[in-house]
């Protein structure tokens, strides 16, 4: 850890300052570092570091970006996905953390028998049911993982969520928690920057870390 840039050893530290906080071993929660939008110099330092998960919003900026890059690293996509990119998505990312809506999973699940191939899916639940921002609605979210699980035949490992920017965090961390356990699912990605202590604290399994790493984007 001593060659990692300061700001992204930081953060590695606070992660498990949090983790052993809330009385949780540092190692079951993951950093996915969203190098979304940075230029390769700024991620360059923090894979030579050690980082090898690394967050992406889009599909296309992510194939130019880690294109012949990407052995022996993980790829979540985080950014809402359109139908017409899922072929894409499916081949290139190993876990898509943004399915919302049933025409979507459909598609998933089509391109997965057509591939071969499967990424790890997150349900992202829209927990401050804000009309901007992609998501299922909590009420409808466990007929909606029922229906990825049952109709199309999608195992969706956890869920996702991104919580009002104006309101406490804490409430829809906790929210998220309850519909993940009682649908039987075991990984929660929820925590940004500003608050993901916060959600180590509610049970966080990877915390979606951007501008603390990397700095703010120009």
């Known amino acids: 850890m001593s060659a990692a840039p300061e700001a992204y050893a930081d953060v590695v ?33 923090v894979l030579e570091a ?12 992510a194939m130019a970006r880690w294109e012949n890059r990407a052995d022996g690293l993980t790829l ?9 990119k ?5 081949a290139f990312f190993d876990v898509i953390e943004s399915v919302d809506r049933e025409k979507l999973a459909r598609v998933l699940a089509e391109e997965v028998q057509k591939q ?12 401050g049911e804000e009309e901007q921002k992609a998501g299922v609605l909590p009420a409808d979210a466990d007929a909606f993982i029922t229906t990825c699980r049952g109709t199309y035949g999608l195992q969706p490992e956890g869920l996702m969520c991104i919580p009002p920017a104006d309101e406490p965090a804490g409430p829809h961390f906790a929210l998220l928690r309850k519909i993940a356990a009682r649908n ?3 990984k929660l990605s929820m925590g940004m920057s ?3 202590e916060t959600a180590i604290r509610f049970g966080a399994t990877s915390v979606r870390v951007g501008s603390a790493v990397f700095g703010v984007r120009s």
């Open 13 to 45: 530290a606070r992660i498990a300052r949090a983790a052993q906080a809330a009385g949780r071993d540092p190692a079951d929660v993951t950093l996915v570092a969203v190098s979304k939008m940075q230029p390769w110099e700024a991620i360059q330092p």
């Open 50 to 61: 050690g980082q090898r998960v690394f967050g992406e919003n889009r599909v296309q900026e």
């Open 76 to 84: 979540h996509l985080i950014g809402p996905l359109q139908t017409n």
């Open 86 to 90: 899922a072929r894409e998505a499916v």
């Open 116 to 127: 071969g191939r499967s990424p790890r899916f997150y349900v992202q639940v829209n927990t």
């Open 184 to 186: 039987g699912l075991a």
């Open 194 to 196: 500003g608050d993901f």
